[in-house]
């Protein structure tokens, strides 16, 4: 089996990694910042809501950056085709962004009420703008992105900042927001006690019910819609690039792996699984299980959005034959291959820390222990 082939098959799983990391941990960060105003009645409970996740925060955003340099380096013209055509939406979720350490580290420096009301919202802000992106955006990418290449292969955006956001993607969108919930709601309840915990389980379950609705929603709105088809491809020997290719439309596309590789079905079940069996686990009062079943809910939402588009990461709406598949749009075996031993090495690394620093900061936090302790947010 040639090499590159299998480099290919591996960075496409590490992708989907990758983002599932991302959606897992960073969408846990977020959820709390959601849920910040809400859990928290006063401003001791938003302090132990924020000092729950504080330890943690900063290190998740790895795998933001991990995500974004793994396409970079990976899948560069899909890096390159991506943030242009998306730019505004990047410059927007950069922004919400901003604000968000922001609001961790200063919030508590002044005792004024308005002061610490105002980054209470911009935490809300910065946590509910980027889950509603990030499920946007794979919303955009299921139904087909509006670009096209010129001869030299530069690729021009033919759509609007308004058009990402078309009912579909809000509506993938909101699944993102509601998983986010639930996970932030599960942490929480994990970390807290009393009240603070009944109202973060509360949310948690809240969550998790309308993100299986909206799973199920999505799933019905997927079956009638469209989808690509690669008919004829480049032959060997020839540059391997979206200009060489034939793509045709085909109704009711997106679920022909599934018709085709029945077995795949078990993936968009991973994801009615874990929200069903981590509710049950919440309402029992085990919330480190119901978080893990989060994290295989996640697996099983994002599993489903690239089964369904296999081997397409960015098809075009504008010009099928110019999207962006597995084979066509990868760096360099030479490349590859060194990304892959770095992850090798590295990956363990940051879940070993990870792990370690969740390990360290156990145990539950009080607002008796926020208000004595002078290094608390």
Not at 100 to 127: M, V
Not at 149 to 173: H, I, K, Q
Not at 270 to 296: Q, T
Not at 319 to 326: A, G, Q, R, Y
């Amino acid at each position: 089996m040639d090499v590159y082939y299998v480099l290919q098959i591996v960075w496409w799983l590490l992708l989907g990694v990758l983002l599932m990391g991302l959606g897992i941990m960073v969408g846990m960060d977020m959820g709390v910042g959601t849920l910040l105003r809400f859990v928290g009645r006063t401003d001791a409970e938003r302090r132990v809501a924020l000092n729950i996740i504080g330890p943690h925060w900063d290190g998740n955003q790895v795998w933001f950056i991990l995500g974004g340099g793994a396409i970079f380096a990976a899948w560069p013209l899909v890096y390159a085709t991506a943030f242009s055509g998306f730019y505004i939406v990047m410059l927007v979720l950069l922004w919400s962004m901003i604000i968000r350490p922001l609001g961790f580290e200063y919030r508590s420096k002044l005792p004024h009420a308005a002061w610490r009301n105002a980054w209470d919202w911009s935490l809300f802000a910065s946590g509910l703008i980027p889950m509603v992106i990030y499920g946007a955006a794979i919303g955009n990418v299921l139904q087909g992105v509006p670009f096209h290449f010129d001869w030299r292969m530069t690729s021009y955006y033919t759509g609007s900042f308004l058009e990402l956001l078309n009912p579909f993607a809000v509506l993938c969108g909101l699944v993102s927001v509601s998983l986010s919930i639930y996970m932030g709601g599960a942490i929480l309840m994990n970390g807290s006690v009393g009240d603070i915990a009944k109202r973060a389980r509360k949310a948690s379950l809240l969550g998790g019910t309308v993100a299986i609705v909206l799973f199920t929603l999505c799933g019905i709105w997927v079956a009638n819609m469209d989808f690509y088809q690669i008919t004829s491809s480049p032959e060997p020997g020839m540059a391997q690039i979206p200009l060489h290719q034939t793509v045709a439309v085909v109704e009711g596309g997106l679920l022909n792996n599934f018709r085709n590789y029945p077995i795949l079905w078990a993936v968009p079940a991973l994801g009615y699984i874990g929200l069903i069996v981590g509710m049950l686990a919440l309402k029992a009062g085990r919330s480190v299980f119901g978080w893990w079943m989060g994290a295989l809910a996640w697996i099983g939402v994002l599993g489903t959005a690239g089964a369904a588009m296999f081997p397409f990461i960015m098809p075009s709406s504008t010009n099928p034959s110019h999207s962006l598949t597995v084979w066509n749009s990868g760096a360099s075996s030479l490349t590859m291959s060194w990304m892959l031993g770095f992850t090798i090495i590295f990956m363990p690394l940051i879940i070993a820390y990870t792990s370690w620093a969740f390990w360290v900061m156990r145990g539950k936090v009080t607002t008796e222990q926020v208000d004595s302790s002078e290094h608390a947010l």
